[in-house]
């Protein structure tokens, strides 16, 4: 707490003068004077208060510039808290009370001084201790206090000048010895010597580190106890593991400290080398976040270490240094740099020069070898080729003395055509022998001076009786014809001012072989004239020949052209001809808008039955036959076409509009149905269209021809024997088509067809027999779907067998389901299973996995199925038989051979078409007699019967009364899901 007093620093009054004897203050004086420093000020002041009464203790605390923690003297241990207490005195004018007993005192300003006074008594009146106080020494005691911290700052001021001053001129020396001339030991000796000025720094030394390498040199090394430490050349990083110098470049960070605290430091991991140091520190020289290098000092001396700011210091000091050896290392990659480029500008200047002059001379030869070669087709006589060719030649080399050679070899002479002698030595025509032209013609090039000729005819080589006048040098090259040589052309001298070498043989070499190409084109240009006259005749012939051959391959070129374009059946364009033909049309329509064209896409019905029952000769009579028929149906320039197998196509190309195509669809189908002999037989052919008409809107065949089929789809599907017009419905069928694939293939995986099951009882008591397994599908969107709104899709996209596998085994399931123990189970199996010979292997082996007894299963096929292949069929429902499972012949009487499949199928069941029981509530007798010879049939090959879709009880009753067992129909049960028919257990 503050206390309402007066100032301690103000002059007191004679009753406010201490109770300390005067007689003592010169030497109190005396001591402050003394006193060196804050400290001993401070001691000087404590012995002051401790003398006053009512003072237990004091202490004092000083702050330093540019410090946050102060400095103190006390009489006692100083307490936690006194510190804050005085920091708080800080900003008080007066005696402060920061806690009870504790007196507080501002000593001098603006130095931060305070002065603490620990009571006697804590709950005493602290204005009397101040009162007891001598407060004129106090404030000289402050005084001096504030002189002594200022005095204080002025040395700290000075050193840090001084180190400043210092490190400058370290740098500038450091920088001074980078740019100078001296060598590098030289100049490392200069930096540790610069160092040294800035700290201890007697045993120092300075590692390079490469880290592509992996290697480290050590780049100056001083040490007073181990001198020859420093090793020589690159030494792998790895040979220093875990020593402080690698520790210092692997880590990257400074290290300082004995041994012992750096081995903490680095968690026990130091491995020490070399003699023991007092004290160590090092600093990694980095560029760019890399290690470089690093500065080391170390002390051997008892009691020498090292502070943070020789740490900072050296850190400082390490990257100029870095930066001077990185710059005198580029200073000496510089000039080794420019003295290899200068040796290598200079290699290259020769080499240039050299090429310069090989090009001189290569443009010399190669105009010499174009004037020669131009020479060989210009218009001119030997004797002037021969001397254009001496000309250039002794642009070259010395040729006064020249001469070309050439070999008959029929006479067996060497002539000379052309030669230039100052001697004027004779060339005359002479007879092969043995001077240096034939030597040349065997031996090829040869250069000779006048010595080497007389060896030569020592040698008995040559005769000098060949070798004409004798020269003192002689240069011969021969003329060669591919390996054969055909003459020599040869240069001498007989002054012994020119001599001739290798260069020159060179030269004469290259001219000798455009002289004899040229020479041997002259040769082949008169042979050539010579056979011109023959070969133009043997033309004339030959070009009569070629366009009786042409007429010849343009004839067969039409033909094949026809033969590719046509079908070789019928005679008829083929598709690819149609298309072409719709292409050019749908041009048409583009530029005018106006015109239109129709497509009739025709498809005969049931032809698959003619040619399995009458055979392919057959069948491809009753093709030719439609062929005729069709084309007496249209009109030039319309076309008619077979696509494929029993699908023909009508292109009108032009008509006014849907009626035109509908009245040539009718005259199609007109024409087609009448009656047509075939193989003994007489058919009642008849056929689908499907009829799409072309506008602008279309602009590829392919277009209209999909529609076009689209179309005749729909024709079959309404019952054939009639034609069908494309139009966006269609093709809105077809898109539904596409999405309803997807969904068929989503349904298969979630399980979305079920079977539902139809009754099958006893027409007398109504009692039931057994179950038809129908399809059912639960779609999601469109709720329950019978078969005929998805079967035909998923038989066309290949997705109709597996529906049936999974609807096989749901109703397997639910039979197994089913109470009591009598009863059978039908199932419908199509045409596609019945082509598989293993189809009776994977039903049992279902049966068996689902559980349900072989016996209580009749699989149900139609007479449809039976076609393709009788006898497979029949022994896939023999090994049925043999396993226990039933067949039944379903939809019996609307087939080709129904009373055929009955003795030779293995037949339980036949089901009558529920076309003969709807027949007999009209009262029609043949149906009748129709049913009743079924009847009769069965009962005498055993067989059980089923009447299908009895509907009303009038058809049940006249079904009983000829004596028919089972029925089937909505009168006696609709399908309903499995769960209606299975009573679970309570």
């Known amino acids: 707490m503050a206390m309402e007093q007066r100032d301690p620093m103000k002059p007191p009054t004679h009753d406010e003068m201490p109770s300390t004897p005067v007689a003592s203050l010169p030497t109190w004086l005396e001591r402050l004077l003394e006193a060196p420093g804050p400290s001993a000020v401070a001691a000087v002041l404590m012995e002051m208060v401790l003398a006053a009464p009512g003072v237990e203790g004091a202490s004092v605390l000083w702050w330093l510039p540019d410090r946050e923690q102060p400095e103190y003297r006390s009489s006692t241990p100083l307490e ?160 220093l593991h875990g020593s402080l110098t690698w520790h210092l470049l692997t880590g990257g960070r400074p290290l300082m400290g004995t041994t012992d605290e750096i081995d903490r430091q680095l968690g026990g991991t130091l491995r020490l080398m070399g003699p023991p140091c007092e004290h160590w520190l090092g600093v990694p020289m980095l560029c760019d976040g890399e290690v470089c290098g690093a500065l080391v000092v170390q002390t051997y001396e008892p009691g020498g270490r090292y502070t943070a700011e020789d740490q900072a210091l050296l850190q400082f000091v390490g990257n100029h240094i870095l930066t001077a050896l990185q710059r005198r290392q580029g200073r000496e990659d510089l000039e080794r740099r420019v003295r290899e480029r200068t040796a290598e500008l200079a290699a290259l200047n020769q080499g240039l020069q050299q090429e310069v002059a090989e090009r ?58 052309y030669a230039v002698d100052l001697t004027g030595e004779p060339y005359a025509s002479r007879s092969l022998g043995r001077g240096l032209c034939e030597y040349v013609l065997g031996h090829g090039a040869l250069v ?91 033309v004339h012939e030959r070009t009569r020949e070629l366009r009786r051959e042409i007429r010849e391959r343009e004839r067969m070129q039409q033909q094949l052209h026809h033969q590719v374009m046509h079908d070789p059946l019928t005679g008829l364009p083929n598709r690819d001809f149609l298309r072409g033909r719709i292409d050019r049309a749908l041009e ?71 009626e035109t195509a509908t009245r040539v669809a009718q005259r199609v189908l007109d024409t087609l149905g009448r009656a047509l002999p075939v193989a003994g037989r007489e058919l009642q052919p008849s056929a689908s269209l499907g009829i799409a008409l072309g506008d602008h809107r279309y602009t590829h065949a392919d277009e209209l021809l999909r529609d076009a089929d689209i179309a005749l789809y729909r024709a079959k599907e309404l019952g054939r024997k009639r034609y069908a017009m494309f139009d966006d419905t269609l093709a809105k069928n077809v898109v539904d088509e596409l999405s309803m694939e997807g969904e068929l293939r989503l349904a298969l995986q979630r399980g979305e067809f079920q079977p539902y099951l139809q009754p099958i009882r006893r027409l007398e008591t109504g009692e039931l027999v057994g179950y038809e397994a129908l399809l059912r599908w639960h779609h999601p969107e ?16 290949g997705q109709l067998e597996a529906i049936d596998w999974q609807l096989f085994e749901r109703a397997c399931e639910a039979r197994r389901r089913l109470q009591g123990d009598s009863g059978f189970l039908t199932l419908n199996v199509s045409a596609q299973h019945l082509r598989h010979a293993d189809f009776d292997r994977r039903l049992l082996a279902m049966i068996a996995r689902v559980g349900v007894a072989p016996s209580r299963v009749i699989v149900e096929v139609t007479e ?47 089901k009558i078409d529920r076309s003969f029981v709807q027949a007999l509530d009209a009262g029609s007798a043949n149906s009748s007699t129709v049913v009743e010879a079924i009847l009769a049939l069965a009962r005498a090959l055993d067989i059980q019967v089923i009447a299908e879709g009895i509907e009303t009880p009038r058809q049940r009753a006249l079904l009983r009364d000829m004596a028919c067992e089972l029925g089937q129909g909505f009168l006696l049960g609709r399908p309903e899901p499995v769960e209606h028919w299975v009573v679970e257990p309570a």
Request: proline share 5%.
């Open 588 to 658: 048409r329509m583009a530029l005018d808008p106006q015109v239109r064209c129709a497509l009739l896409y025709i498809d005969v019905d049931r032809f698959k039955i003619i040619n399995d029952s009458l055979g392919h000769l057959a069948g491809d009579a009753v093709l030719k036959e439609v062929a005729l028929r069709l084309h007496a149906c249209v009109r030039e320039p319309d076309v008619v076409a077979r696509l494929a197998g029993d699908e023909f196509a009508i292109l009108l190309e032009q008509v006014d509009g849907q």
């Open 448 to 538: 000779v001076d006048a010595e080497a000729m007389r060896d030569m005819r020592e040698r008995d080589l040559i005769d000098a009786h060949d070798t004409g006048t004798p020269s003192l040098c002689w240069l011969g090259v021969p003329l060669r014809d591919g390996d054969r040589a055909i003459g020599v052309v040869a240069v001498q001298s007989y002054t012994g001012r020119e001599t001739y070498g290798a260069a020159e043989l060179e030269l004469l070499a290259f001219v000798a072989s455009q002289v004899a190409t040229s020479l041997q084109r002259r040769r082949v240009a008169d042979a050539l004239q010579h056979a011109y006259a023959q070969l133009e005749q043997r």
């Open 864 to 910: 449809g199925s039976l076609l393709d292949d009788p006898e497979r069929v029949r022994a896939i429902l023999e090994r049925l038989r043999m396993a226990g499972v039933g067949a039944a012949l379903d939809d019996f009487g609307t087939g080709y051979s129904s009373l055929n499949y009955l003795h030779s199928l293995p037949l339980r069941l036949l």
């Open 782 to 797: 469109r709720g329950l779907l019978m078969p005929g709104a998805f079967l035909r899709v998923a038989e066309d996209c």
């Open 360 to 417: 001189q001379r290569a443009e010399r030869l190669q105009s010499a070898l174009f004037r020669i070669a131009r020479l060989a087709t210009d218009e001119i006589d030997r004797r002037a080729f021969y001397r254009e060719v001496h000309a250039i030649v002794g642009g070259l080399i010395e040729a006064s003395n020249f001469f070309i050679a050439l070999v008959d070899e029929a006479a067996g002479t060497l002539e000379f055509p």
């Open 80 to 239: 936690p808290l006194l510190p804050d207490a005085a920091s708080c005195a800080l900003d008080q004018d007066g005696p402060f009370c920061p806690t009870p007993g504790i007196l507080a005192l501002r000593l001098c300003r603006p130095a931060r001084a305070v002065l603490l006074l620990r009571l006697c008594e804590a709950d005493g009146d602290p204005a009397e201790t101040v009162a007891r106080l001598p407060m004129p020494l106090l404030r000289l005691a402050g005084r001096q206090l504030g002189r002594a911290l200022e005095l204080v700052g002025l040395q700290r001021s000075h050193a840090q000048l001084e180190r400043s001053e210092r490190l400058q001129r370290a740098l500038l020396s450091i920088s001074d010895l980078s740019g100078s001339e001296h060598e590098m030991p030289e100049l490392l000796r200069g930096i540790h010597a610069i160092v040294s000025t800035l700290m201890y720094a007697e045993n120092f030394f300075i590692v390079r580190c490469d880290a592509a390498r992996d290697a480290l040199r050590f780049l100056y090394y001083a040490d007073t106890r181990d001198a020859e430490g420093q090793p020589d050349g690159d030494i792998p990083l790895e040979r």
